[in-house]
C-alpha cells in the first residue's frame, strides 16, 4: 500500500504549533457518550479505511491524550473537565478528512458549510460551539501546545461555558496532518 496515497481517519484533537497554520471559530445559540452505527461513514475509496475502523473510539490513545491535555490547561484555568461526544467526533473526523482530501484549510467548506453546520448534522443540538483547526503538527501534545499559544484557540479551549468536544485527525496524500477539534454544549 502507497502510504503517500493512503487518507487515514484518526479521532484526535486540533491546535497549532507557532509558525504553523491554525483558526479558530466560535458561536453561540448531549447526550451521554454513546457509540452508534454511522450511518454515512467517512470511506477512503483507495483503501477502504472508515474513520470508525481507525481511531473514531473516545478510547483510542489520541482521543484521550488530547482530552488529558486540554483538560489539564482547563483545570489550571479553573474549568470543569470536558467529555468526549461521539457526535462531536464524528463531525471533526469528516471534516478533518475533507480539508486533507481536498487540500484546503479553512472552518468553512469549500461548498459553504459551517462548523456548526456540521455539528449539528451530526445529530448535536447545540446552544453554542467553537472549532479549532490546524495543520502540520505531529502530536497530540505539539497541537495542544500550539492551540494554548494561540490567543484564540486557547480561548476556545478554556471557555468553561462549553462541556463536550471531539477531535478529528486526517493525514493528506502528501502526509501532511490535518486537526479537527470541535467544541460544543448540548441545548
Same mark, same amino acid.
Given at each position: ?23 479558530? %471559530?466560535?458561536?453561540?445559540?448531549? %447526550? ?75 472552518? %468553512? ?7 456548526? %453546520? ?70
Amino acid at each position: 500500500m502507497d502510504m503517500r496515497k493512503t487518507l487515514v481517519v484518526l479521532g484526535l484533537a486540533v491546535f497549532a504549533l507557532p509558525g504553523a497554520p491554525a483558526r479558530a %471559530e466560535s458561536s453561540t445559540m448531549g %447526550e451521554s457518550l454513546t457509540r452508534a452505527e454511522d450511518p454515512n461513514p467517512i470511506v477512503d475509496s483507495r483503501t477502504g479505511v472508515t474513520a470508525d475502523s481507525v481511531s473514531a473510539s473516545p478510547y483510542a490513545p489520541f482521543q484521550q491524550q488530547v482530552l488529558a491535555l486540554v483538560n489539564h490547561n482547563r483545570q489550571r484555568a479553573g474549568c470543569e473537565p470536558l467529555t468526549l461526544d461521539m457526535r462531536l467526533i464524528r463531525a471533526a473526523n469528516r471534516h478533518a478528512a475533507d480539508m486533507a482530501r481536498r487540500e484546503y484549510f479553512d472552518h %468553512e467548506t469549500p461548498g459553504g458549510r459551517s462548523a456548526g %453546520e456540521r455539528v449539528a448534522g451530526a445529530g448535536y443540538s447545540w446552544s453554542k460551539y467553537s472549532e479549532n483547526i490546524a495543520k502540520g503538527q505531529d502530536s497530540p501534545f505539539q497541537v495542544v501546545r500550539a492551540w494554548m499559544d494561540s490567543p484564540g484557540h486557547r480561548r476556545n479551549i478554556l471557555d468553561c461555558s462549553l462541556d463536550e468536544m471531539g477531535v478529528g485527525l486526517a493525514v493528506s496524500s502528501d502526509r501532511t496532518p490535518y486537526w479537527v477539534q470541535d467544541f460544543a454544549t448540548p441545548r
